[in-house]
């Protein structure tokens, strides 16, 4: 039962897409307040043993509890744990206890500050700063009826094309179409799979979006044809600001349809990032994001068919007026200078970034008024989505494309994926990116995933390795790091053969990890949850917060920590743990329900399987153009006949039906738990 609440005059947000009437009377059991500055407070109590799931992309565990959030999109380099905001803002979250189920949507496109027993352990506070919202209050028997009942709320999740499964080898510095073929050509070479390449703002000239360097890219189709061959695809990167330069094409066309952000004296918000000052599209206006949109034509008729969008949270680099600002500040305390000033003079300049005061400088038209930006910060990256999903389907009505964004809102889940930003070559960060992966897929958004190996900061071989290790369950799997960081491409390790057995269970597990993936989005369910969500009584298993439920019948439980040579796993049940090396070397070890400590070497990593219920390995290839799923191995504890069900379709229908590309699968007991399967087409 979902029951809606309105406040004050909220702005539309596009994440609903479920029209039903708002009740009367208070939102039960929250206890309301209105502040004197406008804000609305949500207050409830939380039980001795409540535990909260949801709010997406956040820092710490996947129970909420404990901890101040704000929902506004951010752009963090290097998040560390009291990062209370980061780059998409998930507005779910529900709280479960032995005596309620109960989850919320705040659809709020401003800021949203969650205090989930922060300030008191034993009360949750949610402050809406705009006081303008719409509560849905969500109750239901059970946390997967929860999540569903947010799909039905919210819409189908955005369905990538089946080669996105592939391994996406990315690099901040790839400076030309001949490092980039290297790239390829190394992982080849070697037989490290490989579908896809990213490239980042170096192929553009001086960072102009839909642009490429024709010194060092001199021809993108031809590039992109050969790749074709090769079976890889480019996904080149685009940003949100454009280039605020008379005669610049995207920008003249633009102006032309009065298409950017404006200040209050009606003239263009300008801001730097890296193209130099910028102006920024108003993603808000539909015809805006058509006009966005058709720029991509140069890109998408050079055969192009995936694109990840960054900066659109939006990020800022400093505005004029910033920059007026922060000298005019350092100026008068030039002459004073005390301990206080020479904070007060470094915040001045490193506050430039994302400021406040910028984001309060511009506004959107909304249905024809002028809205400030800060109200609707957050829809920000969710209209940049839209638009190139819209340009994507337009230009290839009839097959899905791959499209990932930084920023996200609700609502973006319908039109793309997203990863989860900046991270660093950090173990913390590997533990974040499971963690992320329930919350993410409470919001809708099942196509995800983190730069394995880390962003920022030089990685190390192990580290490396224990992310793939992770990254072979993530739908997005890519390797990605930053401008001036330590190589990080598989080939340059002294265990890249290791990395590449690690990567041969990914393209093995290809058929059935797609068709546990749309199996979950094509019935508004979750491709990861937490262990709560399929064993509510077992309170060992409802506080579990480093291991996670995978499909239907498996479980994830990946080793997160240096120099750890194995890890204790939690059974709620009786589980066959598939201890991978490779997708042809592998241990196959039935346990009961409880405690195990299992050894787990570095390039050794654990699938746990329900017992009765199988996984499925397909015999593998380097590159997703070469599977084939008619062939499989199953590996399953099977002690009473059972069966599984398998997706298939061509990968890339836009209009999928689940009940036609389903084969069961009958299984029966089998002393060595491996079952060989020749299916149909
Ligand atoms: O300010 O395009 O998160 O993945 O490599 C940095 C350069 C801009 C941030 C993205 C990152 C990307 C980088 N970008």
Known sequence: MIRKYVFGSPLPTDAVVKDLPAEAGSPEPFTLEIRPEGSVSLRLSLHPEEVLFGLGESVRGMDKRGFRYESWNSDIFSHTENQASLYGSHNMLIFFN??????????????????????????????????SFVLYIVQEDSLKAVAAAFRDLTGRSYLPPRWAFGYIQSRWGYASEKEVRNVAAEHRKRHIPLDALCLDIDYMENYQNFTWRREAFPDLKAFQDAMRKEHLRLIPIIDAGIPAEPGNPVYESGKAIDAFCKKADGTDFIAAVWPGRCVFPDFLRPDVRKWFGDQYAPLLEAGIEGFWNDMNEPALFWSDEGLENAFRLAESLRNRPGREEAWSIGGAFSGLANSMEDY??????????????????????????????????????????????????????????????????WWSHLKLALQMLPGLNLSGFLFCGCDLGGFSCDTTEDLLERFLELGVF?????????????????YRFSIWETMRDTLTVRYALIPWLYSEFMKAALRGGMLFRPLAFDYPE???????????????????????????????????????????????????????????????????????????RAVLLCPGGESTDELDDTRFTALGWI????????????????????????????????????HFLTLQQ
């Not at 496109?109 to 705009?130: C, H, K, M, Q, Y």
């Not at 999903?389 to 009839?398: H, S, V």
């Not at 042809?584 to 070890?589: A, C, G, K």
Request: proline fraction near 6%.
């Open 474 to 490: 993530l739908p997005l799997m890519r390797n990605h790091s930053a401008l001036h960081t330590r190589d990080q491409e598989i």
């Open 98 to 131: 032995p005596e309620r189920i109960l989850g919320i949507y705040v659809d709020d496109p401003g800021r949203v500050i969650w205090d989930l027993g922060f300030t008191r352990r034993d009360t949750a506070e949610i402050r809406s700063e705009n006081g």
């Open 360 to 425: 309060r400088r511009f506004c959107h038209r909304i249905e024809g008024c002028a809205v400030r930006h800060d109200r609707v910060h957050n829809l920000y990256g969710a209209g940049m989505t839209r638009a190139t999903a819209e340009a994507q389907r337009r230009f290839f009505p009839g097959k899905r494309s791959l499209l990932f964004s930084r920023a996200s809102f609700a609502g973006a889940h319908r039109w793309g994926g997203i990863w989860m930003g900046d991270n660093s070559s």
């Open 639 to 674: 002690t009473e006949p059972a069966s599984c069900a398998l997706y298939r379709d061509d990968g890339l229908t836009p209009d999928p039906d689940l009940a036609s590309g389903l084969t069961v699968i009958p299984l029966m007991p089998l002393k060595g738990m491996k």
């Open 538 to 612: 077992d309170r060992r298993a409802v506080h579990v917060q480093d291991q996670v439920m995978l499909g239907e019948d498996a479980m994830i439980a990946p080793v997160l920590e240096q120099n750890a040579n194995g890890r204790h796993i939690y059974l709620p049940e009786d589980m066959l743990l598939i201890r991978f090396r490779s997708a042809s070397d592998y241990d196959l070890l039935p346990l009961p329900r409880g405690d195990h400590w299992i050894d787990l070497a570095l390039g050794e990593f654990p699938l746990l399987v329900r017992r009765n």
